[in-house]
């Protein structure tokens, strides 16, 4: 049902102008509280106690079937984890609980908008639960309507009961997240947050598995010190296209007095498995590059955004003054898949072989821009290359932000004879 069939009905159930209640509507709905939720809220604003939402009655389920077309249900699950969060609801600040259930045939996400108590490792009968649908995977909603009920006999599930994670396992949408790391980078930033200006840390996180970006939105002493740190109860986020650890108030972070050991670059399988696979902050690709994309070369950029400016215009400001600047985007192909790898200007001026500067003399010359593009075309299409950086995934394919482009110059036919020795032995 949409919001406005959903405002209507509201409307002529409480004898109240759709048009007021279907902006009520809207406006919770914009801060992401659930359709359900928001309903009820207004349903008590205009003097309706009831808790009737339109759906049908709950529905006891196996958390498998539960889809985002169950209306309200009934289930038994064991709390896998379980941590507070803040939002800004009708501008003011409350407090969600936010985790993951589990049962013998499967797994779902959680918000409680009430505080029910829950601990990790608690076993439920929880009723009357709202579905929603949350990127694309139903999730449960516990609100006033909810009941909660605690059992004393836990209940044996097939999935690790807590929050502890390696870096490389934690994925975008997680929730009371435990890590233990060492911090690679920190910088202190001031950002206009909701309650004004904010002193906020970001970086990036390292441990055996992996790297991953962080914001810190207490600015924790600890974590600006670096170091070696556990963080629990922290939320994952996307960021760019790669998952981000985020700090809030109710994380706990800890020094830790041994070191993390650090890992390597995660080396993917293939193309094809690093961009399905989704967003990799620090992955390691090798294949060919069979095209230099057009807007490769020498470019400009808006000093206020660092966009790229066309003819002295940037779409956010306008005309600009704008900056010289060199790039690459060159199309990286393993035989399983493709993706675009972004050469910033130290690495574009090392595959041209030669400064910005030599660049813009050599196009003043030709009194041809793209001179410079087709040179770097010559130089890197056809040989294979090895690339490190960070792969963001969105509807138009793979963008790896390169930190290392190497030119692989082992023989490959070195390398399938000790391919066939390894899989012979």
Request: hydrophobic letters at 35%; aromatic letters at 4%; one cysteine or more.
């Amino acid at each position: 049902m949409s919001l406005d069939d959903r405002a209507e009905e509201l409307a002529s159930d409480l004898g109240v102008d759709k048009q007021e209640v279907k902006e009520d509507l809207e406006n919770l709905v914009s801060y992401s509280v659930p359709m359900d939720e928001a309903v009820q809220s207004l349903r008590r604003k205009y003097g309706d106690g009831s808790s009737g939402s339109g759906s049908s009655s709950p529905t006891t389920m196996d958390v498998a079937d539960v889809t985002t077309d169950s209306g309200n249900v009934t289930l038994t699950g064991r709390v896998l984890m379980v941590g507070p969060r803040s939002i800004r609801y009708q501008g003011e600040d409350q407090t969600i609980y936010e985790g993951e259930l589990a049962d013998a045939t499967g797994t779902i996400d959680f918000t409680a908008w009430n505080d029910f108590g829950l601990e990790t490792g608690d076993t439920l009968q929880v009723g009357n639960a709202g579905v929603r649908e949350w990127d694309g995977q139903p999730e449960l909603n516990l609100g006033e309507s909810t009941s909660v009920s605690k059992l004393e006999d836990p209940l044996e599930v097939p999935y690790d009961v807590g929050g502890e994670r390696t870096v490389r396992d934690l994925q975008a949408g997680d929730r009371a997240r435990t890590v233990e790391v060492t911090i690679e980078e920190v910088e202190r930033r001031t950002i206009d947050g909701r309650d004004g200006e904010t002193d906020i840390l970001s970086g990036v996180l390292a441990d055996e598995t992996g790297r991953l970006p962080f914001t810190d939105w207490t600015a924790n002493a600890v974590i600006e010190n670096g170091g070696n740190v556990r963080v629990e109860d922290a939320y994952v986020r996307e960021y760019r296209g790669v998952p981000e650890l985020n700090v809030s108030e109710f994380s706990t972070v800890t020094e830790l007095e041994r070191d993390i050991e650090v890992g390597d670059a995660v080396a993917a399988d293939s193309i094809f498995d690093a961009v399905v696979g989704g967003g990799v902050y620090d992955v390691e690709l090798s294949g060919n590059v069979i095209d230099v994309r057009d807007g490769s070369g020498l470019i400009q950029r808006c000093p206020e955004c660092n966009r790229v400016a066309q003819n002295g215009q940037c779409r956010s400001h306008g005309e600009v003054d704008a900056e010289d600047d060199m790039r690459v985007k060159a199309i990286l192909d393993d035989g399983t898949a493709t993706t675009t790898v972004v050469l910033d200007r130290d690495l574009s001026e090392r595959v041209y072989g030669g400064t910005l500067e030599e660049a813009k003399e050599q196009a003043r010359e030709a009194m041809d821009q793209e001179v410079v593009a087709d040179s770097i075309r010559e130089e890197i299409v056809g040989p294979e290359f090895r690339v490190r950086g960070h792969l963001s995934v969105d509807e138009y394919g793979g963008n790896l932000d390169a930190s290392t482009f190497e030119r692989v110059e082992d023989d490959p036919a070195d390398r399938a004879r000790a391919f066939l020795a390894e899989v012979d032995a």
